[in-house]
């Protein structure tokens, strides 16, 4: 903890919450798919897991980056574990939609969190600033990616015609270039999320949708 | 060959054999889906080789170990490539069921080696318990993973409500136990081996199932 | 550029040549089986991508090389990214089946340049000749895999009964056989590719089939 100044220590805090608050929004998109699938308690913690951690893995099988977050994070997969076991016995099917558009909110903020900190981290391992863009939004999207090619469905966010993955990688661009003008780490990642998530709530709020293409 | 320790030589051996058998196993049941979804000789000879080998090169990805057991035992690649022109010789549908259910007990042995030498190996990469046992249920299954998701399907082992790696999992713990009390390597995976390889044929014997979720 | 060897100057310059001519290839026909099954314009980058690149990229996994090649060569991601912006604006579905038996000559090239190129950097990293010749089929043959997989299809490499992964196989034979007996660097490729595109190209032209087999 840093008393000489004290904004970073809030900027910091916040962003574990946020953190929190993203990855059990993610977690419970994986759970929620599984439910729907009728998978059963193995299937359900692999999806989960996989939904949760798959993103941020990928961007570091990618740029060599060990150890990974869920291996210095014990902690996370047993709250993985302790969920799927709650949803055996808590959850039903006429909690799945209701539950799905409560965490639309949390998702939001886990998509400018992960997006921004998987571009800073990027380009922080020497990426170009293009592929540091790219891993910024596979950190956020890749979990998603895999629990739908995993429960058999074409990926959710290539067909949706939703901006999501597009405003990661437009707000990519902003921590590019407050890194570029040498802001500092929390600035540049705090800022960057906020433009997504706020971008991710204008979209879901105002209905927008990806330019449609005529086949 | 140690003459000083017979049993360890028997143990060693033992192991080798097990090894050989519950490889030939995995492929075999990936040969098997292969066949059934019409591959040609090129994907019969893929999702067999990944079936066998993949869920030991993902573990080895994410631990970052290499070289991959494939990589160091090319003759296993051989032995693939001469299962699949065999094949295409000698198997006919009428065998595939028959084949399938001869296999389930060459499998119950695959499983635990691959099992409990799993997360031995992760425990001795530097992993903490409980990702160590996590890497002990990827190594036997998610060469059937990557065998459904290239074939089209959700994975069985994800919802065929059949205990198979929920025991993976508990005799990964036990592998964890006599390691923290430091019996020596072989009598770690061996004896690790035996109760995920016993629990296994158990669970075939009575035919247990995983506790069900009502959605 | 080697003054003193103009054949060496224009082989790698014909190299270079083809290998951009089959990079295109392949991400053409990874934007055509996203216009058929209706991304929107995030998951036709993403599937693009993943075509043109997915092959080598799991090859300098397995292998533990980096920098990727797209990340070495950020300039392709542009042209990947102007390549789908250009569809949106110009691909009709009439144009499809066109483009995709147009592009089947570059893509004969692409499977010679890029097995022969995947055989030469994987022996040359140390691996036994069978694992050099199978990353040799992956390199070009793994993109598609990755396209079907995520588009939820078995792929096509697997089921088509098409002589295409199988001819990187056999020719990947002639790059350890050439350099075994120590030719160079760029003959032993220019070789091994020309060898694998003569394959590939007349088995489109007389309709090569592979071995069927009666399950």
Known sequence: MNFTNPLTWIAANANLAFEIIGTLAFAVSGLIEAARKKLDIVGMAMVTGFTAFGGGTLRDILLNRRPFFWVENQFWLWVILAMCAGAMFFMRSRHLEFTERATQWPDALGLGIFAAGGTYIALHSGMPPLVAVLMGVITPVFGGVLRDVVINEIPRAFNDHQPYAALAFVGGWAVVGLDAVQV????TI????????????????RGWRLPTWKV
């Open 190 to 205: 705090g800022l960057g999320a906020i433009v997504i998530t706020g971008l991710r709530l204008t979209a879901m709020i």
């Open 184 to 187: 500092n780490q929390v600035l």
